[in-house]
């Protein structure tokens, strides 16, 4: 099953989550600087729903997860064209 990973703002700093419906659960450690980061470390989390750290995801700051080691490609599949070469068909 996927996990919705957030990055957010708090008083101390930047940290990553875990969204579990309307709350985050902070992700064990301050290491992870960038998302090759936190991905190569194969974070496990293990929900606790009573945990004194969630957060309720409303009030959080969010960040772009895509930090500066990343790359984001996307491709267009607004034309037909498009979708077909990407071999996405209606």
Not at 44 to 68: F, G, H, M, Y
């Amino acid at each position: 099953m996927g996990q919705k990973i957030v990055r957010y703002q708090e008083n101390n700093g930047v940290r990553w989550g875990i969204v579990e419906g309307e709350f985050v659960t902070p992700i064990s450690g301050d290491n992870y600087q960038t998302l090759a980061q936190l991905l190569n470390a194969g974070v496990e989390v293990i929900s606790n729903n009573n945990s004194e750290d969630r957060k309720p995801l409303a009030d959080l700051e969010l960040l772009s997860p895509v930090t500066k080691d990343a790359k984001l490609i996307c491709q267009g599949l607004n034309y037909s064209e498009h979708q077909e070469e990407a071999g996405h068909h209606h």
